[in-house]
């Protein structure tokens, strides 16, 4: 007799264990939704609705986790820690779409986090290897002394980091006219995936395949290809929804922040937004860890890995591919992405 601890991340990987296992299909699709657990942090909850989530939740096998003072009706407004099966949640959600004290509300973006973290986006869409795909990011507001033609400049920026072991590129800078020029011209030459992106700007769409970068307060284009999604703390969870709403599906769909980091932080500060559920990829400027030990550095990657990130964009890519390839060789590491 043998024993082995699994830790299920998603419904693909539930459904490939319980296939492996030699059950019935019929099995496999009923089953799937039980072998994921997942726990939900709500904040804000009325007194009366986070009673209710207990109660409800409780009834389906699951537990809401709630402060002693919502028991007694003594707190307006409070936190509290959702624990269940997916499939736990399914039947929570059909519940809550019919009770009062904004729970409606609450089943919706329930639905939607529960379905989301259940599942990983597509990663081949950027890289066929195994492990991380790391992207390079090729910043258009570089403007070397001497330079004339910032184009080509900018250009030669996207061969040097595809030299460094880029998976795809992302053009990046303020003027829009320039990065969709530079964007264009390596989408016909790089054979890579390209993606263009303006901060604080609707978003770029350079063909119907390649990746497009979206952020909170601008409209999507219509795309094929994988989608961005640039978000932060605050006011995520309704930009997400509206993805999704606009018919992103979640195989498509890669949640994106920016990794904030610096010499004053320890490891266990937050270098990305806490508040997201789900952690796709990441930008990693160079400037954001470049004064950091290589052990710490390597802690941070660490963190986000463990945390489900697999696509890495940076302006730095060979340095932040060797240390995700030497996280890869580490065997104490026991991250799915690792092993």
């Not at 969709?180 to 790089?190: C, I, M, P």
């Not at 303006?198 to 909170?216: D, G, K």
Request: include cysteine; charge should be neutral.
């Amino acid at each position: 007799m043998e024993l082995s601890l699994l830790h299920v991340s998603d419904t693909q990987q539930s459904q490939d264990l319980l296939t492996c296992l030699g059950c019935y299909p019929v099995g496999v699709d009923i089953m799937a939704a039980k072998a994921l657990f997942l726990v939900i942090r709500v904040n804000g909850l009325l007194t009366q609705a986070a009673n209710i989530l207990k109660q409800e939740m409780l009834s389906k096998g699951g537990e809401v986790a709630i402060p002693a003072g919502a028991l007694h009706m003594e707190a307006g407004r409070v936190d509290c820690l959702v624990m269940g099966t997916l499939e736990q949640y399914a039947r929570l959600v059909d519940i809550l779409i019919q009770q009062p004290f904004e729970l409606s509300d609450l089943a919706r973006r329930l639905r939607l986090f529960a379905g989301l973290a259940a599942t990983r986006p597509d990663r081949s869409w950027f890289s066929r290897g195994a492990g991380a795909a790391v992207g390079g990011l090729v910043d258009c507001d570089l403007r070397p002394p001497g330079v004339d033609d910032h184009v080509v400049n900018a250009v030669a920026l996207a061969w040097n980091l595809l030299e460094q072991r880029s998976d795809f590129l992302v053009v990046v800078g303020s003027n829009v006219s320039m990065v969709k020029d530079v964007a264009q011209q390596l989408v016909g030459t790089a054979a890579c995936p390209v993606a263009a992106w303006v901060p604080n700007s609707p978003s770029i769409s350079l063909a119907p395949a390649m990746p497009v970068v979206i952020q909170q307060g601008y409209g999507l284009l219509s795309t094929d290809g994988p989608v961005l999604a640039m978000c932060a703390d605050e006011g995520s969870a309704d930009f997400i929804g509206q993805l999704v709403l606009a018919g992103v599906p979640a195989k498509r769909l890669f949640l994106t922040a920016n990794l904030r980091y610096g010499p004053s932080d320890n490891v266990s500060a937050h270098p990305i937004p806490a508040g997201l559920f789900r952690l796709d990829a990441v930008l990693v400027r160079q400037q954001a860890i470049a004064m950091l030990p290589v052990s710490t550095r390597a802690s941070v990657l660490t963190r986000l890995v463990d945390r489900g990130v697999s696509v890495f964009i940076t302006n730095a890519p060979r340095h932040v591919r060797e240390l995700l390839d030497a996280l890869s060789r580490d065997p104490w590491n026991s991250s799915p992405i690792r092993t």
